[in-house]
């Protein structure tokens, strides 16, 4: 059985009248890279500031390593690595002796060249922190959280306001931590994001925590069907009408097609390739954008604000 | 104590790494110690611009006697003598060259030396009357009738001589513009070289005379008074602006949430800051005493009791600071909170000037201030070399010390932020 690093049951966090977080629950498994999507002012940071011990529950339970938020703070700290939310450090101080300060914190002696290496900064080492790119900055951030060698790590939003080139490699190396065995805790407001590095992902809007699994459970579950969109060929709509009732003419002419199921779009498929080569088939699966469509009703735009 | 060592040699690095932060925490106090040093007579004494126009010429040159005046004037060396020509008209003069220091301006009239001559012989032939004439009354009895007639018979003529000698007084001018604080200063120097010149001139011995003694081993001036002065404001700026607006800044930016995520305890976090800020204190200390020993041989000397005392002064305003930024969330609120305490603070506490020179009610509010104790003490240990003076500025700022690390650790959040 898959240990559970990460507890939370009935979570409750409010500011005067506010619930910041309503009585949310569910759990992270060691070795995995857990996702909690939602737009801003969701609860997201709040959750993952009472995880990392910087934010008392008002209820709830919340336990890392199955140790008690409230009471064993000290113990924590010391098993986690945090990478918070528009990440910022000493901008005088050089990469190194950023990073090198936190595994002083940490007590950790040894790995600094290694963990300078591993995220791509040993060659800049020596600049200083307030001279660096938003992206490689972000990096800085994670080699300050890795200092102390954490078994759990907290990215709060690690890509925002990235370019997406930044962001991509971001992403690399989040997938190298996951390879390496660290248990990674991810707020986001990308759906891009959520499907691109997370095993598993909780959606959670206003305080409320909506659904959790895994992406493809969430897809699968929430997404809708699957379009098959052939363009340039009138006749697709007569043989995409064996097999599903609900075809229709969209812009520019486009046959549409919609399918509950994959094995009448395999089927759909293979009548349509017997079809003259001159049209174009484009078979669309739902995203993580239709299940947060379907599951919230609205959208989550670039900022990252909830659009309904 | 391992933890709090990381925290105070990383603020420390940053510190040092800023350049606004060195400018005003050493440039600006070393600039302000060479300016008012200079100003209010660190660097030699007090002297004052005195404009002598001498009316009393012969062929266009000045008598031998008025000369002489300015001469004993000059070598006073209270005054700077700036001469006027004789066809100047003052009033024309001082208009013409608008001046911020006031004009003093010493007129010596046309037949200066004539008059004194005159008026000098005058007294001094009534000298000899009254003389003879006492001689006469309290010793006549001891001469015979043809010696006191002779004595008499020669008292008639030179009475006669005398009546027909000038009697008017070789008046000399002193022109001061109204409301010039120095004005008696500069009245009275004067007056004591014409009561010299006068006794020269009528030929009195000195009967009383002034001898002097130095009271202590160690002269002090103007600079040594301000330079505890302001080694303590701008300990106590530091603290409460600098600290005040570092904190806040850091809160801001996520750099204490940060932190706060990892291991590190608050309270390290705290005495990191503090041992800083003391860095930066004995560092301000040893750069001023520097340079006012270089500048202008101050008698500072600083020992074990004054590093004692700016290490609770520094804890003290420290801890003032960061209560402050941990009580405004707001960098700019901060701020401004930090400048509003301590700009009056420097101004009111007598760290620039003598209280005493304040006025009462005022005196009682710079006795109000920490920042009072602080440069009291100091000048006690560093300048008067009397420590057990400082008993009082060491209790109370102990006493602070203690209340406001307490405050800044209750204050201080570490959770929630």
């Given at each position: 059985m898959v240990e559970k690093v990460i507890e939370v049951k009935e979570l409750t966090k409010k500011y005067g009248n506010l619930s910041a977080v309503d009585h949310i629950s569910f759990d992270v498994y060691r070795g995995e890279i857990f996702s909690l999507v939602g737009p801003n002012g969701a609860g997201k940071t709040t959750t993952v500031e009472i995880l990392e011990c910087l934010r008392k529950p008002t209820s709830g339970v919340a336990r890392v390593f199955g140790l008690d938020v409230v009471h064993d703070e000290e113990k924590i700290k010391k098993k986690i690595g945090v990478v918070p939310q528009e990440f910022n450090t000493f901008n005088r101080l050089t990469v190194k002796e950023n990073v090198d300060l936190v595994a002083k914190i940490y007590g950790v002696k040894s790995g600094l060249k290694q963990n300078l290496k591993r995220l791509g900064l040993w060659e800049i080492k020596d600049k200083k922190f307030e001279a660096l790119s938003g992206g490689t900055k972000r990096r800085v951030g994670i080699a300050m959280a890795l200092a102390g060698k954490p078994e759990l790590l907290f990215l709060d939003e690690p890509t925002t306001g990235l370019d997406p080139q930044a962001r991509r490699e971001l992403w690399e190396t989040i997938r190298?931590?996951?390879?390496?065995?660290?248990?990674?805790?991810?707020?986001?407001?990308?759906?891009?994001?959520?499907?691109?590095?997370?095993?598993?992902?909780?959606?959670?809007?206003?305080?409320?925590?909506?659904?959790?699994?895994?992406?493809?459970?969430?897809?699968?579950?929430?997404?809708?069907?699957?379009?098959?969109?052939?363009?340039?060929?009138?006749?697709?709509?007569?043989?995409?009408?064996?097999?599903?009732?609900?075809?229709?003419?969209?812009?520019?002419?486009?046959?549409?097609?919609?399918?509950?199921?994959?094995?009448?779009?395999?089927?759909?498929?293979?009548?349509?390739?017997?079809?003259?080569?001159?049209?174009?088939?484009?078979?669309?699966?739902?995203?993580?954008?239709?299940?947060?469509?379907?599951?919230?009703?609205?959208?989550?735009?670039?900022?990252?604000?909830?659009?309904? | 104590m391992k933890h709090s060592f990381c925290i105070f040699s990383a603020l420390a690095k940053h510190w040092f790494r800023s350049k606004t932060g060195v400018f005003f925490s050493f440039m600006f106090p070393a600039m302000l110690l060479l300016i008012f040093g200079t100003v209010f007579g660190g660097a030699g004494a007090q002297t004052y611009t005195l404009h002598v126009q001498n009316l009393d010429l012969v062929d266009g040159e000045p008598t031998e006697l008025s000369s002489a005046l300015i001469n004993i004037l000059d070598s006073t060396g209270t005054f700077k003598i700036e001469n006027l020509p004789a066809d100047v008209d003052i009033a024309d003069y001082v208009r013409e060259h608008p001046s911020f220091t006031d004009y003093r301006i010493l007129v010596i009239p046309e037949n200066f030396q004539q008059k004194a001559m005159d008026k000098s012989i005058y007294v001094r032939a009534g000298v000899i009357l009254d003389t003879l004439s006492f001689v006469v009354e309290n010793y006549g009895y001891t001469m015979t009738e043809n010696q006191v007639g002779s004595i008499e018979n020669g008292m008639d003529v030179l009475k006669m001589w005398r009546e027909n000698m000038g009697s008017e007084n070789a008046e000399i001018l002193l022109l001061t513009d109204e409301g010039d604080t120095a004005a008696p200063i500069v009245r009275g120097v004067i007056s004591s070289v014409i009561n010299a010149f006068n006794n020269e001139m009528i030929g009195v011995e000195a009967v009383v005379s002034v001898s002097e003694n130095q009271l202590t081993q160690r002269s002090f001036k103007a600079v040594d008074y301000y330079l505890p002065g302001y080694i303590a404001a701008f300990i106590m700026t530091n603290g409460i602006i600098g600290v005040t607006s570092n904190i806040s800044e850091f809160r801001r930016n996520g750099v204490i949430k940060r932190l706060a995520a990892t291991p590190l305890q608050k309270s390290s976090w705290i005495i990191g800051n503090l041992a800083h800020q003391v860095l930066l204190a004995f560092m301000l200390m040893l750069a001023m005493i520097a340079l006012g020993w270089l500048i202008f041989g101050v008698q500072a000397i600083p020992g074990p009791y004054a590093l004692l005392l700016i290490f609770m002064g520094t804890v003290v305003f420290c801890s003032i600071g960061m209560v402050l930024g941990g009580i405004f969330k707001d960098v700019e609120a901060a701020s401004a909170a930090g400048n509003a305490i301590a700009f009056p603070m420097m101004f009111l506490s007598g760290a620039f000037w003598p209280v005493e020179m304040m006025p009462d009610f005022m005196q009682g509010v710079a006795r109000c201030m920490p920042l009072y104790y602080f440069h009291d003490g100091l000048r006690q240990i560093m300048i008067y070399q009397n420590p057990t003076q400082a008993l009082v500025p060491f209790a109370i700022l102990g006493v602070l010390a203690a209340v406001f690390v307490y405050l800044a650790i209750k204050i201080t959040k570490w959770k929630e932020l």
């Open positions: 190298s931590l996951k390879k390496m065995g660290v248990t990674i805790f991810l707020t986001t407001h990308y759906m891009e994001e959520v499907e691109a590095l997370s095993d598993r992902a909780s959606i959670i809007v206003k305080g409320k925590l909506f659904t959790t699994g895994t992406v493809s459970e969430l897809v699968s579950k929430y997404g809708g069907d699957i379009k098959i969109v052939v363009k340039g060929e009138r006749r697709a709509e007569t043989v995409i009408k064996r097999f599903t009732k609900n075809v229709f003419v969209g812009e520019q002419g486009n046959i549409i097609g919609t399918f509950p199921n994959r094995r009448d779009v395999a089927k759909a498929l293979l009548s349509l390739y017997k079809l003259s080569g001159k049209c174009r088939i484009n078979v669309v699966e739902p995203t993580m954008e239709d299940v947060f469509l379907r599951v919230v009703g609205g959208r989550i735009d670039e900022s990252g604000e909830l659009i309904s | -």
